[in-house]
Nanobody
Framework: QVQLIESGGGVAQAGGSLTLSCAAS????????VGWFRQVPGEERGFVAAIGGSGRQTSYTDSVKGRFTISRDNGKKTACLQMNGLNPEDTGVYYC???????????????WGPGTQVTVPA
């Protein structure tokens, strides 16, 4: 098991950028896939991006392709989500999750951070 905590959320203007970080503690971080999910009130957490343990495999939901980049540094036990070209539809609480692979659904992930709020005003 790993423990996760997100940082880097805040308010950004439309067209702006934010970088979210996910810091992990515990053993064998490199054996976990990491996913980022977004949740808005009244809706389930939706997949944003995922990365495999080695960092070679990545996936993105269609709405963020070309704007967001997921990365990881296993030596530092961190994963990041670089978000460019933000728009109001990107608003939500962003959660970092760790699981057995870079899945695009939330169910396989066993470890979750508390989340960080991202707000892009209309």
């Amino acid at each position: 098991q790993v423990q996760l905590i997100e940082s880097g959320g805040g308010v950004a203007q439309a067209g702006g950028s934010l970088t979210l970080s996910c810091a992990a503690s515990g053993r064998s971080f490199s054996s976990y896939g990491v996913g980022w999910f977004r949740q808005v009130p009244g809706e389930e957490r939706g997949f944003v991006a995922a990365i495999g343990g080695s960092g070679r495999q990545t996936s993105y939901t269609d709405s963020v392709k070309g704007r967001f980049t997921i990365s990881r540094d296993n030596g530092k036990k961190t994963a990041c989500l670089q978000m460019n070209g933000l728009n109001p539809e990107d608003t939500g609480v962003y959660y970092c999750a760790a699981g057995p692979g870079p899945f695009t659904s939330s169910a396989p992930y066993t470890c979750w951070g508390p989340g960080t709020q991202v707000t892009v005003p209309a």
